[in-house]
């Protein structure tokens, strides 16, 4: 158990530090990321098109050997202008090891969940309103009509190799980046 341990936090410690980019160079790797997805994914596109608000994170990294973690810094854009900065971190635990990077869309598809990423001093992903993840099976079949509320979550871009199956829970947190 001791070795888990101490293998998690050597795997973790490779995890890039917070807030590395200013606002500036995390602008243009998140709207470069959400271009990316939208032209290579056709729901993403159609759901875009009708999201009030899409928050890109385009640089998240994951460690684990049984405990694990990930972060990443990301933009929300509304009526295509970046409006604010987030954060997202997560812990696990369970059966998994490796190293990953990945990007990730959240988009907003009504007012009440907008609210609630504005209002909150950080929300847990699986406590936010009517949260829908759509893998490339789902997205396939889904469209504007099927996704009208809540928010629709889009994973892309990952390299490295991680395996396993645990428990996880993922926080995101409004921030101020450098200028």
């Known amino acids: 158990m001791k070795f888990s341990i101490i293998a998690a936090l050597a795997l973790i410690a490779f995890i890039p530090?917070?807030?590395c980019d200013s606002a500036k160079e995390l602008r243009k790797k998140s709207q470069?990321?959400?271009?990316?997805?939208?032209?290579?994914?056709?729901?993403?596109?159609a759901i875009n098109d009708k999201a009030l608000a899409v928050l890109v994170f385009p640089e998240v990294y994951k460690a684990g050997f049984v405990f694990g973690g990930q972060r990443g810094d990301?933009?929300?854009?509304?009526?295509?202008?970046?409006?604010?900065?987030?954060?997202?971190?997560?812990a696990s635990y369970g059966f998994?090891?490796?190293?990953?990077?990945?990007?990730?869309?959240?988009?907003f598809m009504d007012q009440e969940s907008l609210d609630y990423l504005n209002k909150s001093?950080?929300?847990?992903?699986?406590g936010a309103?009517?949260?829908?993840?759509?893998?490339?099976?789902?997205?396939?079949?889904?469209?504007?009509?099927?996704?009208?509320k809540g928010i629709c979550a889009f994973?892309?871009?990952?390299?490295?190799?991680?395996?396993?199956?645990?428990?996880?829970?993922?926080?995101?947190?409004k921030y101020t980046p450098s200028r």
């Open 74 to 90: 990301g933009v929300l854009f509304e009526n295509g202008e970046a409006t604010s900065y987030f954060n997202t971190t997560a």
């Open 96 to 107: 998994q090891a490796g190293i990953q990077k990945f990007s990730y869309a959240l988009f």
């Open 129 to 148: 309103p009517s949260l829908v993840i759509a893998d490339k099976g789902f997205s396939a079949s889904m469209s504007t009509t099927t996704m009208q």
């Open 32 to 45: 470069h990321a959400l271009n990316e997805l939208l032209e290579s994914n056709s729901a993403a596109k």
């Open 17 to 19: 530090s917070g807030h």
């Open 155 to 173: 994973f892309f871009s990952q390299s490295g190799l991680m395996a396993g199956i645990g428990i996880q829970g993922t926080k995101i947190t």
């Open 121 to 126: 001093e950080g929300f847990e992903l699986g």
